[in-house]
């Protein structure tokens, strides 16, 4: 079975701190996303990653920022947390090297940011 | 980009089958259906993906419309554990999926 670990379930940060939400999966996969969501919006994805040390915005990636130094670990970073940053955040990963598609993504259980 | 259009909200009672409907009008030649489900306090899990043809496997059977514009989940006979908010998606790439909103599936004992 695929493991998407996240690093906590809860966390709550004052505003202005900085925040890393740590992400691991143990399939060996190529690609990995961090998501938030919020109430009514569903999820959006924040940014991807398709190889160590590669990066791609997705659709907010305003106020984040990721780092993939190793292929099982993909970090998201609030340079400065907002209370505006308080959702639910999650990661996922997809795709084995050699598969033909790969869009099916396992998700990891979630991480409920409080920023106060 | 790509939309699916699904009910806010479904229910169903227990035991019974479950048909949720998907609205893609605008979908391209080369874009899968996905569907995922979350449960509550859990992240999202995939359920099926197909392109042309129906698609059966352990968890639902998903019917897609001969024009492809729009498609059906089936849980073949649903139980409270099925509760949950289901996504149906494309796939905007090889590995990038769009998300809408989801229908909330409720299950009625």
């Known amino acids: 079975d695929v493991k998407v670990t996240q690093s906590s379930r809860y966390l709550v940060k004052r505003t202005g701190e900085k925040v890393f939400l740590e992400c691991v999966q143990d399939?060996?996969?190529?690609?990995m996303f961090w998501y938030r969501q919020d109430p009514g919006l569903g999820l959006r994805l924040i940014y991807f990653s398709y190889d160590v040390k590669m990066k791609e915005k997705g659709d907010i990636p305003e106020g984040y920022s990721v780092s993939r130094e190793k292929k099982e670990r993909f970090s998201l970073i609030l340079e400065s947390a907002s209370t505006n940053q308080t959702s639910m955040y999650l990661c996922?990963?997809?795709?084995?090297?050699?598969?033909?598609?790969?869009?099916?993504?396992?998700f990891g259980p979630g991480t409920r940011l409080l920023v106060l | 980009d790509a939309k699916t259009t699904q009910p806010n909200s479904m229910e169903s009672n227990e035991e019974e089958p479950v048909h949720l409907p998907c609205n893609h009008s605008?979908?391209?030649?080369?874009?899968?259906i996905h569907w995922y489900r979350q449960l509550p306090s859990q992240g999202p899990e995939y359920v099926i993906h197909g392109l042309t043809s129906n698609v059966n496997n352990r968890m639902a059977s998903l019917a897609i419309a001969e024009d492809r514009k729009s498609s059906t989940l089936i849980l073949h006979r649903a139980t409270l554990r099925d509760a949950a908010v289901y996504y149906c998606i494309l796939s905007r790439s090889n590995y990038q999926l769009i998300w809408g909103a989801g229908t909330k599936l409720i299950i009625k004992p």
């Open positions: 996922a990963s997809s795709g084995r090297q050699g598969e033909v598609r790969q869009e099916t993504q396992y």
């Open positions: 399939m060996d996969h190529e690609n």
């Open positions: 605008t979908i391209s030649g080369t874009d899968y």
